[in-house]
């Protein structure tokens, strides 16, 4: 069991002709993420990524071709509203937002849509999460992981990567580690975080 995302998530990248977008895709397809697509508006039918990425204009057209469910989102702050947005809005279940520093206001609305559209969103300003050996989505280094059965969720990214660290130093390893992100409006809470571990059976203790 996981939570949020495993091996069979269908994820695209929202931004990922862009240079982060491009390199932080690169290192989840080879951590063994489901990448399905990405989304650049303009860039539809190219593909990237030694042409492994099929990149759409939309991700209307990108869920259309792929079923995918979830997105995780790699674009400056002041368009990274409107990419959640548009994700809530065609559908996707879970977006991850990496982008830090999206203006309070345009964040105020994004929650709104996302709680009418029953959209799961972890960040902005987040490092992501990671489902030790099956789905890396976000910023995380994936190699400091190592399986377990314990949960880890933090709203600073160092201190998750702190906090898997000293985990595997004492022979613990993880389930699923979550970012929640640390601007002034996020998707998700670390209740909320907790309440999914719960419901977890692998998870069997949580470090906050």
């Known amino acids: 069991m996981s939570i949020i995302v495993n091996k069979d998530s269908k994820i695209i990248v929202q931004g990922i002709t862009g240079s982060e977008g491009s390199f932080h895709a690169s290192q989840m397809l080879d951590y063994g993420t489901n990448i399905v697509g990405g989304v650049t508006p303009g860039k539809g039918g190219t593909k990237v990524i030694d042409d492994r990425v099929m990149v759409y204009n939309s991700v209307e057209e990108a869920k259309g071709n792929t079923s995918a469910n979830v997105s995780i989102i790699f674009v400056p702050p002041h368009f990274a509203a409107e990419a959640i947005i548009e994700a809530?809005?065609?559908?996707?279940?879970?977006?991850?937002?990496?982008?830090?520093?999206?203006?309070?206001?345009?964040?105020?609305l994004v929650k709104r849509v996302i709680e009418q559209n029953n959209t799961m969103l972890i960040g902005p300003n987040c490092p992501g999460v990671i489902t030790v050996d099956e789905c890396k989505l976000g910023i995380m280094p994936g190699f400091i992981c190592k399986k377990g059965n314990i949960g880890v969720v933090s709203k600073s990214g160092t201190l998750t990567y702190e906090a898997i660290g000293q985990l595997v130093d004492a022979g613990l390893g993880q389930t699923t580690a979550i970012g929640i992100g640390g601007d002034p409006i996020i998707g998700t809470s670390m209740i909320d975080v907790l309440n999914l571990f719960e419901k977890d059976d692998e998870t069997k203790g949580v470090v906050l």
Do not use: F, T
Request: net charge negative; hydrophobic share 50%.
């Open 88 to 108: 809530s809005e065609a559908g996707i279940d879970v977006i991850v937002c990496i982008s830090e520093g999206i203006p309070v206001r345009d964040m105020v």
